[in-house]
T-cell receptor
Framework: GAVVSQHPSWVICKSGTSVKIECRSL??????MFWYRQFPKQSLMLMAT?????????EQGVEKDKFLINHASLTLSTLTVTSAHPEDSSFYIC???????????FGDGTRLSIL | AQSVTQLGSHVSVSEGALVLLRCNYS??????LFWYVQYPNQGLQLLLK??????LVKGINGFEAEFKKSETSFHLTKPSAHMSDAAEYFC????????????FGKGTRLSVIA
């Protein structure tokens, strides 16, 4: 149980394109989802915390107009990278939690490459 | 504020040897501590977690970790390394067990030599 599905796993697109990444909890309801970014050979850095039905809370330095997060249901959160540029190329990972004292479960990540 | 320091960005062991990956934490509140493993181009898999119960925590794949408050440490060990253990390992801390952001260490890459 506790499976988180992230889609797509890999995307390559041209500069200026907007890209949407989906994060789904398949067998549980996720009250909270998190979006992390990971640069090559580095750790995960939290981008934002998303609670179902409310606006996401972004970490300092993360442009909320650049990285749009929507958590419209208890099983789906989306991250849209708007007008992506090469510097946005990275590995994006989501995680989901069923609630207080419930562990986070991670998706398999999305590798985004902007040409 | 919470932080995690993982000593050693790369650890190399022989197959069958002891694995020891070090993690020290800093937290102003009683911490919840986690070890995750990441294989190339994949997400994170939870190995084990400490949530203020037993200080010696057993996880999956033969790994275990001991919470030592006096040393602010949560080192990960495995008695006998297997080739399949080669991966990136992350230690993380949070102030709750669940829906709160994790603060990760920089990771330790484990190589296992045949």
């Amino acid at each position: 149980g506790a499976v988180v599905s992230q889609h797509p796993s890999w995307v390559i697109c041209k500069s200026g394109t907007s890209v949407k990444i989906e994060c789904r909890s398949l067998d549980f309801q996720a009250t909270t989802m998190f979006w992390y970014r990971q640069f090559p050979k580095q750790s995960l850095m939290l981008m934002a915390t998303s609670n179902e039905g409310s606006k996401a809370t972004y970490e300092q330095g993360v442009e909320k107009d650049k990285f749009l997060i929507n958590h419209a249901s208890l099983t789906l959160s989306t991250l849209t990278v708007t007008s992506a540029h090469p510097e946005d190329s990275s590995f994006y990972i989501c995680s989901a939690s069923a609630g207080f004292d419930q562990p986070q479960h991670f998706g398999d990540g999305t590798r985004l490459s902007i040409l | 504020a919470q932080s995690v320091t993982q000593l050693g960005s790369h650890v190399s062991v022989s197959e069958g040897a002891l694995v020891l990956l070090r993690c020290n934490y800093s937290s102003s509140v009683p911490p919840y501590l986690f070890w995750y493993v990441q294989y190339p181009n994949q997400g994170l898999q939870l190995l084990l977690k400490y949530t203020s119960a037993a200080t010696l925590v057993k996880g999956i794949n033969g790994f275990e970790a001991e919470f030592k408050k006096s040393e602010t440490s949560f080192h990960l060990t495995k008695p006998s390394a297997h080739m399949s253990d080669a991966a990136e390992y992350f230690c993380a801390v949070s102030d709750r067990a669940g829906n709160t952001p994790l603060v990760f260490g920089k990771g330790t890459r484990l190589s296992v030599i045949a």
